[in-house]
């Protein structure tokens, strides 16, 4: 073989090398959408379009290689100082390209036409959108998986499975029926299919309001008939710039509310709103917490002691009795006039 022919053979074959071994290191994995994505490698620079997805990135040890997230990504604290790229709906195209991502992660709130203009960029999107305890820990693998984190993940979903494992739940039928609100003008209550509903049942509860497909709003007088044993409300003040727990506030002063039995007894309780609606790893606090409230609630039932709440939860001081009186008798007029209109 001449000289030529020995400096294309080893060209060849160095070319053959190179191209098996990117092969070798790309990947392909499926996103919750079912979009195929694939990566040459772990990503590097990675962009979160939500806060959940942001904590299972903290969760992982990834945040050294996180180049962006939502104007509402704020926790772990650490995330504070990351760059902003801003909020749900409003992701500034620029801003992310400008910080050059090997993986924006996005969920099922990031506008379609958001997504198709990073991917016309030439970005690589993921859809991250888990809707149960279930999904959050199939998703936590499959993050874990892309970033080349698999083992770290592995053991946080076994640590979160384990706590959750250890709230224990009745059987079904003597469950307390657990409604959970997430704003009271009007009145918006998790049904089912939500990652709320999961947490009542995992805790021991049943959804007062089960019958409902995801979130919805009920009436008043569907709210008074249903008459739940325990509610959860979700912590805050909405967008008001204030530190009040405005739905609690509205159930504990709100005479047209007395009349419930939760309200009367004490059982309404706030909890930190983002540990219970964002599907990251913090639904095993939620679901330990809300845990506790039902424990309490069957340790009273069946004339035990209850504990007091946990750290993330307000609990209601209840009504006087005359008060409860009033509203009671509210309550059964507004039942009525309900009953006539149908």
Known sequence: MNLNGTRTALLVALATLVLCQALASAATFTDDSGTTITLDGPPERIVSLSPSSTEILAALGLLDRV???????????????????????????????????????????????????????????????????????????????????????????????????????????????VAHVVWHTPLYVSGNATMQDDIIARSGGANAFADRDGWSTVSLEEFLRANPDIIIVSSGDGMIASNRDVILDEFTTNPQYASLSAVRNGRVFAVDADMLSRPGPRVADATEEVGRIIAAFDAERAGGNASAPGAETTRSPGFSHAVAGLALALGCGLAARAARGR
């Open 67 to 177: 180049v962006g997230v939502t104007d509402v990504c704020d926790y772990p604290p650490e995330v504070r100082n990351l760059t902003r790229i801003g909020g749900y709906s409003s992701v500034s195209i620029e801003r992310v390209a400008a910080v050059n991502p090997d993986l924006v992660i996005a969920s099922d709130l990031t506008p379609a036409e958001t997504v198709a203009r990073l991917r016309g960029l030439g970005l690589t999107v993921m859809l991250v959108a888990p809707k149960s305890i279930d999904h959050v820990l199939r998703d936590i693998r499959r993050v874990g998986e892309v970033t080349g984190t698999g083992a770290r993940a592995d053991d946080l979903v076994a640590d979160l499975s384990r706590r959750m494992a250890g709230v224990a739940g009745g059987e079904t039928s003597e469950r307390p029926r």
